[in-house]
């Protein structure tokens, strides 16, 4: 069970582009939905919490008009890069939290940009 | 400011023995601490979590331990395997205005050799 998925996998674009990318909880109802991004051998920065129904809460020197991030129902949301350029090229990977009450966090095994 | 630090170092051990991981933590009181296992290009994948009350936790050959007054946690792997090699990642809770999120440690890159 808690099995999220991301797609695409991997996905390279020209700049200037959007590209959007989906989360999905396929096994559970996810509230609450995450979203990171993670350079080369460093750790994970999340960027925007991301409730259902609800605008995104972003971290701070997050850019909401750039990462825009959609969760129109309890299983899906959405993750669009804005006018991508070559410094938006990283490892992006969501998760969803299984239940209000729950602290652990499923992820989806995440989506390679490459802006070109 | 807040900070959540592990071995930055690549931890090399023979296969069997026990691997032992730190996460360190400064500026915070978390409720819970949470360890991930990361391989290459995959997402992080939950191991287990200890609350603030809770000095210890074992999952099979996992075990953790939560010493608030330290502010350090330690993860632990007996009988090493080969299949252990990954990144461990140790994560505290903190709150936004959305709610409950994690915040990461920088991970420890575990290489169990045969």
């Known amino acids: 069970g808690a099995v999220v998925s991301q797609h695409p996998s991997r996905v390279i674009c020209k700049s200037g582009t959007s590209v959007k990318i989906e989360c999905r909880s396929l096994?559970?109802?996810?509230?609450?939905m995450f979203w990171y991004r993670q350079f080369p051998k460093k750790s994970l920065m999340l960027m925007a919490t991301?409730?259902?129904?609800?605008?995104?809460?972003?971290e701070q020197g997050v850019e909401k008009d750039k990462f825009l991030i959609n969760h129109a129902s309890l299983t899906l949301s959405t993750l669009t890069v804005t006018s991508a350029h070559p410094e938006d090229s990283s490892f992006y990977i969501c998760?969803?939290?299984?239940?209000?009450?729950?602290?652990?966090?499923?992820f989806g095994p995440g989506t390679r940009l490459t802006v070109t | 400011s807040q900070k959540i630090e592990q071995n930055s170092e690549a931890l090399n051990i023979q296969e069997g023995k026990t691997a032992t991981l730190t996460c360190n933590y400064t500026?915070?009181?978390?409720?819970?601490l949470q360890w991930y296992r990361q391989d290459p290009g995959r997402g992080p994948v939950f191991l287990l979590l200890?609350?603030?009350?809770?000095k210890e936790k074992r999952k099979e050959r996992l075990k953790v331990t939560f010493d608030t007054t330290l502010k350090q946690s330690l993860f632990h792997i007996t009988a090493s395997q080969p299949a252990d090699s990954a990144t461990y990642l140790c994560?505290?809770?903190?709150?936004?205005?959305?709610?409950?999120?994690?915040?990461f440690g920088g991970g420890t890159r575990l290489m169990v050799k045969p």
């Open positions: 991301s409730n259902e129904g609800s605008k995104a809460t972003y």
């Open positions: 994560a505290l809770d903190r709150n936004n205005n959305a709610g409950n999120m994690l915040t």
């Open positions: 500026n915070y009181s978390p409720a819970y």
């Open positions: 200890i609350r603030e009350n809770e």
């Open positions: 096994d559970f109802q996810a509230t609450t």
């Open positions: 998760s969803a939290k299984p239940g209000q009450f729950l602290s652990e966090q499923y």
